[in-house]
């Protein structure tokens, strides 16, 4: 009886060429299995439509948008999550999407996973350290293994009549949280990107010619409500990658190490998770103390590090969690940011949970006797100024 394989496939060039390669050279039987966190319909319909073409392929279109956004964006948020500078996206939803397809390849007795991952990125990493951690199932990358370039898998698919549904020159992924563009002349970090990759955010030319106020509400510190609208956060992300993409704000041209080793020039689109992460951080400034602040920069750049490196299932992520959860308690209340060609300020901040005093902070106040600083004033930094009478 031939082994069935259960594909991560979204209906690009290297997932299709894997189902033949998987077909010949590993003789098994192949369901596909594409996971719906936000790539939109368009995408969706493409993977089914190709994985019908390829050969009438057993496929799974599974919508895992809400689970995408509550679970792992949500997390995201509260822990202020970017890796050098970019909200992570690709990096939240591939754990989701490794165990969405555990779940497919288990009901369908598969005794394998396969995907399209090459030796040189970082998703190779995410899903297989998940399948491994939650399941017994066998690994295969025929790309990895047989050690395939991009023109070798294009002649490839050409001999085996592979149409391929999509002319895109450069690899992009795509999910509610952002955009990742690669390839082609975006390689090279001395080519400027060219304005037509970009789909979500407008340049700093095009952008709005006026500011505008955006209002963000939180709740333990998930956006509940924009522009006073109370609404599921799945509509909210995108209504803010609507809104601070129009302003020119989310656009990210870094150069990346990756989990290899190599350095690789990156170009990511996230102008909601830049609005809501800063929203979110303008709110924390307002209701976390001095000391708790300090800790969730630390464990925001831990917490991201975790993600990036395929750690999800790593316990000191869940431990960051629990402790997260616990200080987004206060995180409640109001922020409206101002945006403006790329720029993006708080401008109101609100909160039952505040530690901001007028009164303690106004000029005005006479309760408090300035006086009664001065004894502290003397003692701040006496060591330091015993060393300097020492030895000057």
Same mark, same amino acid.
């Given at each position: 009886?031939?082994?069935?394989?259960?594909?991560?496939?979204?209906?690009?060039?290297?997932?299709?060429?894997?189902?033949?390669?998987?077909?010949?050279?590993?003789?098994?039987?192949?369901?596909?299995?594409?996971?719906?966190?936000?790539?939109?319909?368009?995408?969706?319909?493409?993977?089914?439509?190709?994985?019908?073409?390829?050969?009438?392929?057993?496929?799974?279109?599974?919508?895992?948008?809400?689970?995408?956004?509550?679970?792992?964006?949500?997390?995201?948020?509260?822990?202020?999550?970017?890796?050098?500078?970019?909200?992570?996206?690709?990096?939240?939803?591939?754990?989701?999407?490794?165990?969405?397809? !555990?779940?497919?390849?288990?009901?369908?007795?598969?005794?394998?996973?396969?995907?399209?991952?090459?030796?040189?990125?970082?998703?190779?990493?995410?899903?297989?350290?998940?399948?491994?951690?939650?399941?017994?199932?066998?690994?295969?990358?025929?790309?990895?293994?047989?050690?395939?370039?991009?023109?070798?898998?294009?002649?490839?698919?050409?001999?085996?009549?592979?149409?391929?549904?999509?002319?895109?020159?450069?690899?992009?992924?795509?999910?509610?949280?952002?955009?990742?563009?690669?390839?082609?002349?975006?390689?090279?970090?001395?080519?400027?990107?060219?304005?037509?990759?970009?789909?979500?955010?407008?340049?700093?030319?095009?952008?709005?010619?006026?500011?505008?106020?955006?209002?963000?509400? @939180?709740?333990?510190?998930?956006?509940?409500?924009?522009?006073?609208?109370?609404?599921?956060?799945?509509?909210?992300?995108?209504?803010?990658?609507?809104?601070?993409?129009?302003?020119?704000?989310?656009?990210?041209?870094? !150069?990346?190490?990756?989990? !290899?080793?190599?350095?690789?020039?990156?170009?990511?689109?996230?102008?909601?998770?830049?609005?809501? !992460?800063?929203?979110?951080?303008?709110?924390?400034?307002?209701?976390?103390?001095?000391?708790?602040?300090? @800790?969730?920069?630390?464990?925001?750049?831990?917490?991201?590090?975790?993600?990036?490196?395929?750690?999800?299932?790593?316990?000191?992520?869940?431990?960051?969690?629990?402790?997260?959860?616990?200080?987004?308690?206060?995180?409640?209340?109001?922020?409206?940011?101002?945006? @403006?060609?790329?720029?993006?300020?708080?401008? %109101?901040?609100?909160?039952?949970?505040?530690?901001?005093? %007028?009164?303690?902070?106004?000029?005005?106040?006479?309760?408090?006797?300035?006086?009664?600083?001065?004894?502290?004033?003397?003692?701040?930094?006496?060591?330091?100024?015993?060393?300097?009478?020492?030895?000057?």
């Amino acid at each position: 009886m031939t082994d069935k394989v259960l594909l991560a496939f979204s209906g690009g060039l290297d997932t299709s060429v894997c189902v033949k390669l998987l077909e010949e050279k590993y003789d098994v039987e192949v369901i596909t299995a594409c996971v719906d966190v936000g790539q939109g319909e368009e995408e969706m319909e493409k993977a089914k439509n190709s994985a019908a073409n390829i050969g009438g392929l057993k496929h799974y279109n599974i919508d895992a948008k809400e689970e995408f956004a509550n679970e792992y964006i949500a997390r995201g948020i509260k822990a202020n999550a970017e890796y050098e500078g970019y909200p992570l996206s690709t990096a939240f939803a591939r754990p989701l999407i490794a165990l969405k397809l !555990i779940e497919v390849a288990e009901k369908e007795g598969a005794t394998a996973i396969a995907h399209g991952c090459t030796g040189k990125g970082n998703d190779q990493f995410r899903f297989e350290a998940v399948i491994r951690a939650m399941s017994d199932l066998d690994i295969i990358a025929p790309i990895r293994e047989m050690n395939l370039t991009r023109s070798e898998e294009k002649a490839y698919a050409e001999s085996k009549g592979i149409k391929l549904s999509y002319d895109k020159i450069y690899s992009i992924d795509e999910n509610l949280w952002g955009r990742a563009i690669e390839g082609d002349v975006l390689e090279d970090p001395a080519n400027e990107p060219p304005e037509d990759i970009y789909e979500w955010t407008a340049s700093w030319e095009d952008a709005k010619d006026e500011p505008e106020k955006v209002s963000i509400e @939180f709740e333990e510190g998930i956006p509940v409500a924009i522009n006073g609208e109370m609404m599921p956060l799945v509509d909210i992300i995108t209504k803010a990658n609507e809104i601070a993409g129009a302003h020119g704000i989310g656009r990210v041209d870094t !150069i990346e190490n990756r989990m !290899i080793g190599i350095k690789s020039r990156e170009i990511y689109e996230t102008p909601g998770a830049k609005l809501l !992460i800063a929203a979110h951080q303008a709110l924390e400034e307002l209701v976390l103390t001095t000391d708790e602040l300090r @800790f969730a920069e630390y464990m925001s750049t831990l917490y991201a590090d975790l993600v990036y490196r395929a750690l999800w299932q790593e316990p000191l992520r869940e431990d960051l969690d629990q402790a997260i959860d616990n200080m987004q308690e206060r995180v409640s209340g109001e922020v409206v940011m101002k945006l @403006f060609k790329g720029s993006i300020q708080p401008i %109101i901040r609100k909160s039952p949970f505040s530690l901001h005093s %007028i009164e303690q902070i106004t000029f005005e106040d006479k309760e408090t006797d300035q006086r009664e600083v001065e004894g502290m004033i003397k003692h701040h930094g006496i060591q330091a100024a015993n060393y300097q009478k020492l030895n000057r």
